[in-house]
């Protein structure tokens, strides 16, 4: 059985540099394990990992829609005081 636990969540991103720019504004961590078109952040128990849209979609054989302004059905929330 392999246990039920997500190690890394990774968004592709159409401005990766932007994206980039938003979490670390709000003051998290970036690891020294990116580069130019790939960031990795820590939080608190998962990893977060922005790449390139069309490098992920490349790496999974599957086609990027277009126009890239429908709604994709993921959301990410963080709960916070």
């Avoid at 991103?13 to 961590?29: A, Q, T």
């Avoid at 970036?30 to 390139?52: C, M, N, P, Q, R």
Wanted: aromatic share 14%.
């Amino acid at each position: 059985m392999v246990l039920q636990r997500l190690s890394l969540v990774t968004i592709g991103c159409y401005d990766l540099p932007l994206l980039r720019k938003f979490y670390n504004n709000l003051g998290w961590e970036e690891t020294d394990h990116g580069y130019v078109d790939y960031a990795i952040f820590k939080t608190a128990g998962v990893l977060l990992s922005l790449y390139s849209v069309e490098k992920l979609a490349r790496d999974t054989g599957l086609e990027i829609m277009k126009p890239n302004t429908f709604f994709k059905g993921v959301t990410f929330s963080i709960n916070v005081d």
